[in-house]
């Protein structure tokens, strides 16, 4: 379908419908979900799998002591007020989905120095 509508109109795109508030929680939504079913196909189809995490406040907990802080978007870098660990905010984020999704299986992941 998508090489149908982009070969028709050239480019498709979502964008204004989100501008809808009706429509832009289901549209997200959807779009959510095909990316997972999309993903897990193509997981499976490779031998792999997909495990969802709760991705609530990643970005907000200190990777290093578990600390939560309120902080804005429009702020990249974290910087923890406990143990005063300061990294990259989606560097942190990722660091506490991994750890969300190890720590069933073989414990904690510690995370090491990024070289520059």
């Known amino acids: 379908m998508v090489r149908r509508v982009t070969g028709r109109y050239g480019v498709y795109t979502i964008k204004n419908m989100v501008k809808n508030h009706h ?24 031998g792999g799998v997909v495990e969802l995490v709760n991705p609530r406040n990643t970005s907000k ?7 939560i802080q309120a902080i804005p978007l429009s702020q990249r870098t974290y910087r923890c007020p406990d143990c005063g660990s300061v990294r990259d905010r989606d560097h942190n984020a990722a660091i506490n989905i991994l750890n969300r999704h ?15």
């Not at 414990?107 to 520059?116: I, N, Q, R, S």
Request: net charge negative.
């Open 23 to 46: 429509l832009a929680r289901s549209i997200h939504e959807a779009s959510w979900n095909l990316l997972i079913n999309f993903t897990t196909y193509k997981a499976e189809e490779a």
């Open 102 to 116: 190890v720590a069933t299986d073989c414990g904690e992941f510690k995370p090491v120095k990024m070289a520059a």
């Open 61 to 67: 907990q200190c990777s290093v002591c578990g600390c």
